[in-house]
C-alpha cells in the first residue's frame, strides 16, 4: 500500500499516518521528521531547512525530492510507504510520478483530510513539543501528564515557531498557492480521496480504512 497523505499544516495528516503505517505494517516517511532530525545535529540541510521553517516556508524542491527519492529505495518500503509532507507542490509530485514510474510504481491513494483554516490555527496554538526527543503533544486533546514537560524524556516542552498563529497563517497562505493543487493533480490522476478532517481522529481512521480497504 503506497499513500500520499495531504491537507493543509495541522489539519492531522501526521497522526493519522503513524496509526496507518501500524495498520499495514509500512513506514511512515515524514520529511518533517527528517528535516527536524538534521536541525538538533546541526547539519548543512538542517540549518538551510530551518531558516525557511521558522518563517512559515516551504523548504525548496531540490532540498527534499532527491532525499525522498532514495528513501522510498530502502529494503523497509518494498510492501509500501506513507508520505508525509511530501510532495508540496506540482513539480514535486511530477517527480515523485516519473521517478516510481521507472520502477513500474505508482501511488495507490492521496489522502486529502480537510480542515478549515480556523480550526487549523487553533489547533497548532495548542501544540507542544519536545526538542529533544521529536515527542508532540496538544494542551486540550493530548496533553501530556505533567504541565509543560515531556512524558518520554522529562525535558521541557515548547510551542515551536512554525506552530505560533502568525506563522501558521503564512504557512497556510503558502499552502493554498502551492500545495493546494496536488488535489487536482491526484483526482486527474485517479487516486484522490478526501475525508472530514474535523472529526475525532477515531471517526477519521475509520472513514478512510472503509475507503482504502482494511
Known amino acids: 500500500m503506497k499513500l500520499?497523505?495531504?491537507?493543509?499544516?495541522?489539519?492531522?495528516?501526521?497522526?493519522?499516518?503513524?496509526?496507518?503505517?501500524?495498520?499495514?505494517?509500512?513506514?511512515?516517511?515524514?520529511?518533517?521528521?527528517?528535516?527536524?532530525?538534521?536541525?538538533?545535529?546541526?547539519?548543512?540541510?538542517?540549518?538551510?531547512?530551518?531558516?525557511?521553517?521558522?518563517?512559515?516556508?516551504?523548504?525548496?524542491?531540490?532540498?527534499?525530492?532527491?532525499?525522498?527519492?532514495?528513501?522510498?529505495?530502502?529494503?523497509?518500503?518494498?510492501?509500501?510507504?506513507?508520505?508525509?509532507?511530501?510532495?508540496?507542490?506540482?513539480?514535486q509530485a511530477e517527480a515523485l510520478t516519473k521517478a516510481l514510474a521507472e520502477k513500474n510504481l505508482k501511488m495507490d491513494y492521496a489522502i486529502d483530510l480537510e480542515v478549515a483554516d480556523e480550526v487549523i490555527v487553533k489547533r497548532m496554538a495548542g501544540r507542544r513539543a519536545?526538542?529533544?526527543?521529536?515527542?508532540?503533544?496538544?494542551?486540550?486533546?493530548?496533553?501530556p501528564k505533567v504541565e509543560g514537560i515531556c512524558d518520554k524524556c522529562g525535558s521541557k516542552l515548547v510551542l515551536r515557531e512554525d506552530d505560533k498563529p502568525e506563522t501558521v497563517l503564512n504557512r497556510l497562505a503558502i499552502y493554498?498557492?502551492?500545495?493546494?493543487?496536488?488535489?487536482?493533480?491526484y483526482t486527474k490522476e485517479g487516486i484522490l480521496v478526501s475525508f472530514d478532517g474535523t472529526k475525532a481522529p477515531a471517526e477519521v481512521l475509520k472513514d478512510i480504512?472503509?475507503?482504502?480497504?482494511e
Open 176 to 185: 493554498h498557492e502551492q500545495t493546494a493543487p496536488l488535489i487536482d493533480y
Open 4 to 91: 500520499i497523505m495531504l491537507g493543509a499544516p495541522g489539519a492531522g495528516k501526521g497522526s493519522q499516518a503513524k496509526v496507518l503505517s501500524e495498520k499495514f505494517s509500512i513506514p511512515h516517511i515524514s520529511t518533517g521528521d527528517i528535516f527536524r532530525a538534521n536541525i538538533k545535529n546541526g547539519t548543512a540541510l538542517g540549518v538551510k531547512a530551518k531558516e525557511y521553517m521558522d518563517k512559515g516556508q516551504l523548504v525548496p524542491d531540490e532540498l527534499v525530492c532527491d532525499l525522498v527519492v532514495d528513501r522510498i529505495a530502502q529494503a523497509d518500503c518494498k510492501n509500501g510507504f506513507i508520505l508525509d509532507g511530501f510532495p508540496r507542490t506540482i513539480p
Open 209 to 213: 480504512l472503509a475507503r482504502i480497504g
Open 130 to 143: 519536545c526538542l529533544d526527543c521529536g515527542m508532540t503533544y496538544h494542551i486540550e486533546n493530548m496533553p
